[in-house]
């Protein structure tokens, strides 16, 4: 990367180090993990995190360290469906296996060389029995002893730790108020952690790349799902791999919990992290659980500057009329936009004769980012809901270099005489656009 190009990534992850400064974050990984290659790295962005002002509780897995320690003691992984069941023996090898990982991990964000992207980070990172677990008792006739889920997080202190500005590491494990421990699934532990902190974003790191998962028919964006399509998604046996599916069943959980954000990214992918988080349309699988990550709404007076940088280079190549700032603040009530993160990506607008009964559709734009996604034509559908509720009988628009769009979503050619005899008056015969009609 040239310097220019250094400076433009960092103008465009600037907004989301202001966005994401002070908010809560949940961070789960697992065993697999921390046994890539590149799990430094990703502990340094961890901590790249935190210097951005982001406040964060990891929660780890310890899966293949556990099954790795009872093969050495010579015992077998028992396991009811995905569900590990664990005896005394088997709970002697997790506290192995998990605080060994553990204190790897805190080796790790204790790294302070000058070398280092944990240079000068000095970061201080607390846990402790903060998780309350209960076991899961007798399930299908089988006794998982061991195995517990969680029962409470101590999520006042919790919140303590935070606000002092340490890292909170959560290990699998939780404790019960008799004194017994507990091994419990790491993705329950962040669920949970996530939605009693009422945390911003939930993040969940996985083995496989959600990239690559293959969506349900009408499943949304590839990158972001609702709640609700994920569900669909998630009733589709075939569409993602048996082992992650409780894990976005998790994610699922922590939406409906009130977390707002779920991120699912690949635990392969070197700076996932920060891809999900710092651009805009991230590297992984968003699940949201309200509509203001992307929603289609009238316009307002703060959407006029975001209007304007979507329009103005349409204008300089001529495709649309300029317009100025004055004139789109007097016009602004009669646009929509579609708005992605904070971002205007799309605006269109419905100028009505009701004398007419004609309405213009005008001013149609998608940034180029997002094109041939259907934006366009579901602004198109907005106005036409719109336009009938006023009374009118058909919509008009004039284009130069679109027109066959128009055609396919059932316009019509016309001529200047087909439109209102105001708007008709205002035809500038040099552009020489075309007239196209649509009967609602």
């Not at 469906?81 to 023996?89: I, Q, S």
């Not at 992605?340 to 559709?361: H, K, M, T, Y």
Request: proline content about 4%.
């Amino acid at each position: 990367m040239n310097a220019t190009d250094f400076i433009a990534a960092l103008r465009a992850a600037a907004p989301y180090a202001h966005a994401h400064h002070g908010r809560v974050f949940v961070i789960a990984f697992g065993g697999e993990a921390a046994e890539q290659p590149g799990f430094d790295a990703f502990l340094y962005d961890v901590a790249l995190l935190h210097s951005l002002g982001v406040k964060l509780v990891l929660v780890h897995g310890a899966r293949p360290q556990i099954d790795a320690m009872l093969t050495a003691q010579g015992l077998a992984a028992l396991y009811q469906g995905d569900l590990r069941v664990t005896d005394r023996a088997a709970l002697e090898c997790v506290k192995a296996a998990v605080g060994s990982l553990r204190m790897g991990i805190e080796a790790r964000l204790s790294t302070g060389l000058a070398s280092t992207p944990m240079g000068g980070a000095r970061l201080r990172v607390l846990g402790g029995n903060l998780v309350t677990a209960k076991p899961v008792g007798v399930r299908n006739g089988v006794d998982h002893q061991f195995t517990g889920e969680v029962r409470r997080v101590d999520v006042d202190t919790l919140r303590d730790v935070l606000q002092d500005d340490r890292i909170v590491l959560l290990s699998p494990i939780g404790y019960s108020p008799t004194g017994e421990i507990f091994n419990l699934r790491a993705e329950e532990v962040a669920t949970a952690t996530a939605a009693a902190l009422k945390a911003d974003k939930l993040v969940l790191v996985l083995p496989s790349d959600p990239n690559q998962w293959r969506l349900a028919e009408d499943t949304g964006d590839a990158g972001q799902l609702s709640l609700a399509e994920a569900e669909v998604l998630l009733a589709s046996s075939d569409h993602v791999p048996e082992e992650d599916r409780h894990v976005i069943e998790a994610a699922i959980r922590a939406g409906h919990a009130g977390v707002k954000r779920v991120h699912l990214i690949g635990q392969q992918t070197d700076g996932v992290l920060l891809r999900e988080l710092y651009t805009r349309d991230g590297e992984g699988l968003m699940l949201y659980a309200d509509s203001a990550y992307e929603a289609t709404r009238d316009a307002t007076i703060e959407d006029v500057g975001g209007i304007l940088s979507l329009i103005q280079p349409l204008e300089v190549s001529g495709v649309l009329v300029p317009r100025s700032r004055e004139q789109l603040e007097l016009e602004i009530e009669h646009f929509n936009v579609i708005v992605r993160d904070g971002l205007v990506i799309a605006c269109c607008a419905l100028f009505p004769d009701l004398p007419s009964g004609l309405g213009e559709f005008a001013c149609v734009a998608v940034h180029p980012d997002y094109h041939r996604a259907g934006r366009a034509a579901a602004l198109l559908k907005r106005v036409e809901v719109e336009a009938r509720r006023l009374g009118l009988k058909r919509l008009f628009s004039l284009t130069t270099h679109s027109p066959h769009w128009f055609i396919e979503h059932g316009f019509q050619p016309d001529t200047v005489e087909a439109l209102p005899m105001a708007r008709a008056a205002l035809y500038n015969y040099q552009r020489n656009s075309k007239v196209l009609i649509k009967t609602l």
